[in-house]
């Protein structure tokens, strides 16, 4: 079993940039496709990007796209998003979450999953 600790959200203009990172304990997750998800008030959760095993591909939402960066470290066992030219429609409770099958796109795919990170981007 896997415990996911997200951190590194937080209040941000319009414009600025952040980064969360997402620290796995209990079991290395370097052989494991890891996504970040988010979940606005009153919508559903959605999918943001996703990487896999290796890091060699990345997967992301057209909303972040360019704007948005998800890498890892596997030594560390952490998963990260940078999320640069934030827009206030960012503003989301993150989720990071470990995948054990299918497509990165879908969240009944991830098994494991945070406690989430909140975002908020003001105007």
């Known amino acids: 079993q896997v415990q996911l600790v997200e951190s590194g959200g937080g209040l941000v203009q319009a414009g600025g940039s952040l980064r969360l990172s997402c620290a796995a304990s209990g079991r290395s997750i370097s052989t494991y496709a890891m996504g970040w998800f988010r979940q606005a008030p009153g919508k559903e959760r959605e999918f943001v990007a996703a990487?896999?095993?290796?890091?060699?591909?990345?997967y992301y939402a057209d909303s972040v796209k360019g704007r948005f960066t998800i890498s890892r470290d596997n030594a560390k066992n952490t998963v990260y998003l940078q999320m640069n030219s934030l827009k206030p429609e960012d503003t989301a409770v993150y989720f990071c979450?470990?995948?054990?099958?299918?497509?990165?796109?879908?969240?009944?795919?991830?098994?494991?999953w945070g406690q989430g990170t909140q975002v908020t981007v003001s105007s």
């Open positions: 990487i896999s095993w290796s890091g060699g591909s990345t």
């Open positions: 979450a470990s995948k054990y099958s299918g497509s990165n796109y879908r969240i009944s795919n991830y098994d494991y």
